[in-house]
């Protein structure tokens, strides 16, 4: 079945710098990551995904990019916020939604 | 749109009491996910219905654990008996679609069996 690793398992930025997560899976026949936001008490929102037809999307400060031959994806948030503070979870599964695997997940702290 | 509902929010129970978590998915959605969070096994699929029917069940821990969704707008997750090691948040989610369509969480019902 699927596994997915994720990393790092947390992280510190300052406010306004980059933050790059990194998630790798082992399923070839995947080819839909989404990536999912978890604020304190809440359940986890959907913040961007992408299929393995492209190779980059961005969506204002948010952008993934996948590597399918390197099996390999990355969530990349720029001019980040104190809002930003959360936990991030990738996922991974193939078209069918077989094996839908969600990454241990990365704590992400913005320092004002 | 109200969006997922889970209820109860919290529940504290005693080893061997019977749990039920119950959750109304989103109108019009037709796939409804129960999940499982830990800090020690991160998020974890218990069950997935489509159009109420379940699917793949192959995240359910053992016996105790059973789910039911009755129509489309209503799903428990029991745990009969329950042990303390069942204590988790336990999430309900709902896609319009199937499993790789955008699923929408719910609050969660955090669990303790004490």
């Known amino acids: 079945g699927e596994n997915v690793e994720q990393h790092p398992s947390t992280l510190s930025v300052q406010e306004g710098d980059s933050a790059v997560i990194k998630c790798t899976y082992s399923?070839?026949?995947?080819?839909?990551f989404p990536w999912y936001k978890q604020e304190l008490g809440k359940g986890p929102q959907l913040i961007i995904d992408?299929?393995?037809?492209?190779g980059e999307k961005k969506d204002q400060r948010i952008a993934v990019t996948l590597n399918k031959t390197a099996k390999h994806f990355s969530l990349h948030i720029t001019e980040t916020q104190p809002e930003d503070s959360a936990v991030y979870f990738c996922?991974?599964?193939?078209?069918?939604?077989?094996?839908?695997?969600f990454g241990p997940g990365t704590r992400l702290s913005v320092l004002p | 749109d109200a969006g997922v509902i889970q209820s109860p929010r919290h529940e504290v129970t005693e080893m061997g009491q019977e749990v039920t978590l119950r959750c109304k998915p989103i109108?019009?959605?037709?796939?409804l996910f129960w999940y499982r969070q830990t800090m020690m096994r991160g998020l974890e699929l218990l069950i997935y219905?489509?159009?109420?029917?379940?699917?793949?069940d192959s995240g359910m821990p053992e016996d105790r654990f059973s789910a039911k969704m009755p129509n489309a707008s209503f799903s428990t997750l029991k745990i009969q008996p329950s042990e303390p090691r069942d204590s988790a948040v336990y999430f309900c989610?709902?896609?319009?679609?199937?499993?790789?369509?955008?699923?929408?969480f719910g609050p969660g019902t955090r669990l303790t069996v004490l």
């Open positions: 989610a709902s896609s319009f679609g199937q499993r790789t369509d955008t699923q929408y």
């Open positions: 399923d070839s026949a995947s080819n839909y």
């Open positions: 992408i299929r393995s037809n492209v």
């Open positions: 996922a991974a599964t193939d078209n069918y939604g077989q094996n839908f695997v």
């Open positions: 109108s019009g959605h037709n796939s």
């Open positions: 219905f489509n159009n109420n029917v379940p699917i793949d």
